[in-house]
């Protein structure tokens, strides 16, 4: 587990490469102080790495002892630009990442939340119906696509945010019918005059990210995982 000195920043850490070795390559993860903490999964945009999201999230993220874990779109499995949506793989692989890092990081795994920005969103929205009970809630940051999956079996929890001057706001907008077709919870946040930049210069600042961990914070897994059977199960079998 890592130890940071008092005035060390999440930001600082992933920056120098002191925090534990992650599950995949060039993935990020910047574990809680405590155990028993939620776990937030962050999705990069297209041509960005997963140091760019980490880096963005990671003091906001360690002011409430959240664990971080940012998936980088993975080149071993043909990703070859950089875009979560253009590789458009099946979401399990980052599933059983996310399990290994709940179980051997004693995380909870009733506060796991994933939330994508700009492409990394769409690939979210591309495949909801498939994230299966894994994810508490889920965040659309900049982006997001209603998928070809149908709904999600379970009502999880939605929320999205998009500029209106980005050229993303009508597919994000179709995104937001389809969350409502399918009674999803949702919490939908415009930001007006904003263009796709603004959206990001928005995003990696604190007050709106406490804005979006105030609304994941909020919404642990419904079915807790020990009352569902689980309890004394490998973790990738309470799914």
């Known amino acids: 587990m890592l130890a940071r000195g008092p005035a060390a920043r999440a930001e600082d850490v992933v920056t120098r490469g002191d925090a534990p070795a992650p599950p995949c390559a060039g993935c990020v993860f910047v574990p809680a102080k405590t155990k028993g903490r939620p776990l937030v999964v962050l999705m990069h945009g297209d041509d ?4 760019k999201m980490a880096q963005a999230f990671a003091d906001t993220a360690a002011d409430r002892d959240f664990a971080v874990f940012a998936p980088e779109c993975p080149e071993q499995q043909g990703c070859d630009r950089q875009s979560f949506w253009r590789w458009n793989g099946d979401p399990e692989w980052i599933g059983k990442l996310v399990d290994e890092l709940v179980s051997h990081h004693g995380l909870d795994p009733d506060r796991v939340w994933i939330v994508g920005w700009s492409g990394g969103a769409t690939y979210l929205g591309y495949h909801l119906a498939h994230l299966g009970t894994r994810y508490a809630a889920v965040g659309f940051l ?16 939605v929320y999205v945010v998009a500029g209106d001057k980005s050229p993303y706001f009508t597919m994000v907008r179709g995104l937001r019918n389809h969350l409502d077709d399918c009674k999803l919870p949702v919490t939908w946040k415009q930001l007006d005059r904003h263009d796709h930049d603004d959206e990001w210069q928005k995003f990696r600042k604190p007050p709106m990210q406490k804005v979006v961990f105030d609304f994941l914070e909020a ?3 419904a079915i807790r995982a020990d009352l569902a059977g689980c309890k004394n199960n490998p973790i990738a079998n309470c799914r």
């Open 48 to 51: 960005q790495r997963a140091t």
């Open 142 to 157: 900049g982006g997001g696509i209603a998928g070809p999956g149908g709904c999600p079996k379970q009502k999880l929890p």
């Open 219 to 221: 919404h642990p897994r």
